[in-house]
């Protein structure tokens, strides 16, 4: 699909959602009725309540677990603590080194003769880029070959683990008879710039919800930074390969899966086993989600669930504005009626999930940022723009 088409496509999309979901909410009552119903819903589901219940050693899979690193010097130690002391009976970690050009290769390799007699760490070197390739893809293609286990984790470097986390991980994935399982670490943040990364983690979530559990359709956003699956299903479905110069790689190859009538699952849970130091401060932060927006590989359902939301928000600041305008008191006070509705019911996602409520009161003004993002994301595709990202040139256009 060439870039012009695929920017049509996806703009295309965009509009007829958004303009057809803002007629649909144009009444006030309808329109909020319908957000927070859908709110309380996604809040309370069953599906975001994960239990287990450990079984005896000799019940869990041995595991190979691969962690890509491009110039994570900051990230070595304490990702690979959290994996040194995993509670889980037998396990290999493997690293590969993606060209870094900081200190991460020889920290590696301090921690590795540090912590000879706890865990068995192997470090690959990775080969150069080739071209058509992701530095991501292309590090766990060359990483997995070296896994010795059936069942694989793909952990990104800024993925802090608990010591039950694999445990709780491998036992709903076996539990669930899965082939390749997803599941959303808790962001850790900071500064407020870096509140867009809790509002993007909140909407793979929700969109992912209402596609499979509320729709009973089997599509969804999956989480990027933590990704179980089996050998068997990674070398059938042509791995990291078939999806070299996707980003994100995870929702390409989920497609993938889904094409193939292979189980696919999401752990959403609170259990916060696993965190996720993301991103850096603001600019950071918009650049990454900007990087990881690939419209190629965004399902129909989860985009609509996003798109219902958008319009809620988008329409309750539209009539304020409209309000002010036109000296309509009563538009005003609907608009501002829209955004608290939101705000409150985003904050009492937030205490669930044990995050800050006080986040929500800018809950909606996070959906503009989404917005803009998004417009943002598109535009640098559009002109072919190349972004930098951990000090290696990305063409954003390879995503189409």
Not at 52 to 74: A, C, L, T
Not at 98 to 107: H, M, P
């Amino acid at each position: 699909m060439t870039s012009t088409h695929a920017f049509l496509k996806a703009i295309t999309a965009f509009l007829i959602f958004f303009l057809a979901h803002l007629l649909i909410n144009a009444d006030f009552w309808i329109q909020n009725f319908v957000g927070v119903l859908l709110f309380l819903l996604f809040i309370t589901s069953s599906s975001r309540r994960v239990g287990w219940q450990d079984v005896k050693d000799i019940g869990y899979p041995p595991v190979s677990i691969v962690v890509p690193m491009r110039n994570e010097e900051k990230n070595v130690t304490p990702c690979l603590s959290s994996l040194a002391f995993l509670d889980y009976p037998n396990y290999e970690i493997i690293i590969a080194n993606d060209s870094s050009t900081d200190g991460t290769r020889e920290r590696v390799l301090k921690f590795k003769e540090e912590y000879k007699g706890k865990a068995s760490i192997s470090l690959i070197d990775v080969p150069p880029l080739l071209g058509g390739w992701t530095g991501k893809t292309w590090a766990l293609h060359n990483a997995i070959k070296k896994a010795k286990h059936g069942i694989l984790l793909v952990a990104d470097a800024d993925v802090r683990h608990t010591p039950q986390s694999l445990k709780s991980s491998v036992n709903y994935f076996l539990a669930k008879q899965a082939d390749i399982m997803t599941r959303a670490p808790w962001p850790i943040i900071y500064t407020p710039g870096e509140w867009p990364m809790i509002f993007s983690m909140f909407l793979l979530r929700y969109s992912s919800w209402f596609s499979d559990s509320f729709l009973k359709r089997n599509q969804s956003f999956p989480s990027e930074q933590y990704v179980l699956m089996t050998k068997e299903f990674y070398e059938n479905s042509g791995g990291y390969e078939a999806v070299r110069g996707f980003i994100p790689e995870v929702m390409a190859l989920v497609n993938i899966a889904h094409r193939m009538g292979k189980k696919v699952v999401r752990m959403d849970d609170d259990l916060k086993d696993i965190m996720v130091r993301m991103h850096d401060g603001r600019k950071a932060t918009t650049q990454g989600i900007v990087r990881a927006m690939d419209f190629r590989v965004i399902p129909f359902y989860p985009f609509l669930a996003i798109s219902l939301l958008i319009a809620w928000v988008v329409s309750g600041i539209v009539k304020i504005g409209v309000g002010v305008f036109a000296a309509n008191g009563i538009m005003v006070l609907q608009g501002f009626a829209s955004y608290a509705l939101f705000a409150v019911v985003f904050m009492w996602y937030l205490s669930k999930s044990h995050h800050s409520s006080v986040i929500g009161l800018f809950a909606p003004l996070l959906v503009l940022n989404f917005v803009y993002l998004t417009i943002l994301a598109l535009f640098k595709r559009a002109i072919k723009k190349q972004v930098v990202w951990k000090g290696r040139t990305i063409d954003v256009t390879q995503v189409f």
